[in-house]
């Protein structure tokens, strides 16, 4: 008697994808920011070549903006490791630091601003005041974006909604404040080259 063999194709069951999708918009939103900076910053160059351009000096108040940030991305990243280690109260705290550090950071922006139009660098004019305006005022729009998040995280940390098993928020908050921190400072070397 002959044996049936009965062969049948079996379909693995698809596997979930590896990411958080909206760590993964997060992520598309990045490159395109990073996109933007990348253009922008090779039309300054192109520009530059071109002539009719004025050498500036950026604002002391540069310099100190630059060391807020990297002290801010500090507090952030204590703040990722206490949610990590259920420390709450260490959370809020860094957490808060690091908005307010944003927000001296945007300060500072601001009166550094100041020093360009006190030494005639503005807006409208020279095409070297344009885009020194436009790179620092695009960077200044994201970080009020991050603030927000950071107030967003802030409350849910209030709320006892962030902790080792709920880290999403509190991680792309991280990678968010991380990545304009590490913008800034590529925008300022960028700058420092190219005055």
């Known amino acids: 008697m002959e044996e049936i063999v ?3 194709i079996v379909e693995e069951p ?12 997060m992520w598309l939103f990045l490159a395109s920011v990073m ?8 039309a ?15 604002p002391s108040l540069f310099y100190l903006t630059s060391i807020i940030i990297i002290g801010s991305s500090v507090s952030m990243q204590w703040a990722f490791f206490a949610a990590k280690k259920d420390n709450q109260e260490m959370t809020k705290t860094m957490v808060l630091i690091t908005t307010i550090l944003g927000l001296l950071f945007l300060i500072g922006q601001f009166f550094g601003w100041k020093q360009l139009v006190a030494g005639s660098i503005y807006l409208v004019g020279n095409p070297s005041g344009s885009f020194l305006y436009i790179l620092t ?12 998040f950071l107030l ?22 991280t990678t ?13 070397i960028f700058l420092l080259l190219y005055r």
């Open 14 to 25: 698809k596997k979930p994808m590896a990411m958080h999708p909206k760590k993964f918009g």
């Open 44 to 58: 300054y160059i192109v520009r530059q070549a071109e002539g009719n351009w004025v050498f500036f000096e950026l």
């Open 176 to 188: 968010y404040w991380h990545f304009l921190g590490g913008l800034w400072l590529y925008l300022f």
């Open 152 to 173: 967003i995280v802030l409350i849910s940390a209030f709320k006892g909604r962030i902790h080792s098993k709920n880290m999403a928020q509190v991680e792309m908050c």
């Open 137 to 148: 005022g695009l960077h200044a729009l994201h970080i009020i974006s991050a603030i927000v």
């Open 6 to 8: 009965d062969l049948r």
């Open 35 to 42: 996109m933007l900076f990348m253009s922008l910053t090779s």
